[in-house]
Nanobody, 115 residues
Framework: QVQLGESGGGLVQAGGSLRLSCIAS????????MGWYRQAPGKQRELVAS???????HYSDSVKGRFTIARDNAQNTVYLQMNSLKPEDTAVYYC?????????WGQGTQVTVSS
């Protein structure tokens, strides 16, 4: 089974940008849809972006127009470019397949946006 590792989080001021990376332990061409999820304190984990193998993307309303999901099959990596960050984007961000598989959850990467 594939292992996924997230990185790229950090502390940023509102209006700033971050790029998250998700590196897979094997080729992501064998995986159908990939997704980025987030979980804020006291809230349920939610899907924020997904991407099909043919690069069709979908975004939650809360991030549409600000976040971009992309994949680099040669690097076995899925990215989440986050621009115009808001304090409400503060959360732990995870990558997984879409729909997710429980065994694929990693440690996530913390994103904190200060106002």
């Amino acid at each position: 089974q594939v292992q996924l590792g997230e990185s790229g989080g950090g502390l940023v001021q509102a209006g700033g940008s971050l790029r998250l990376s998700c590196i897979a332990s094997k080729s992501i061409t064998t995986i159908n849809n990939m997704g980025w999820y987030r979980q804020a304190p006291g809230k349920q984990r939610e899907l924020v972006a997904s991407l099909t193998p043919t690069d069709h993307s979908h975004y939650s309303d809360s991030v549409k127009g600000r976040f971009t999901i992309a994949r680099d099959n040669a690097q076995n990596t899925v990215y989440l470019q986050m621009n115009s960050l808001k304090p409400e984007d503060t959360a732990v961000y995870y990558c997984n397949t879409y729909p997710y598989r429980t065994v694929y959850w990693g440690q996530g990467t913390q994103v904190t946006v200060s106002s």
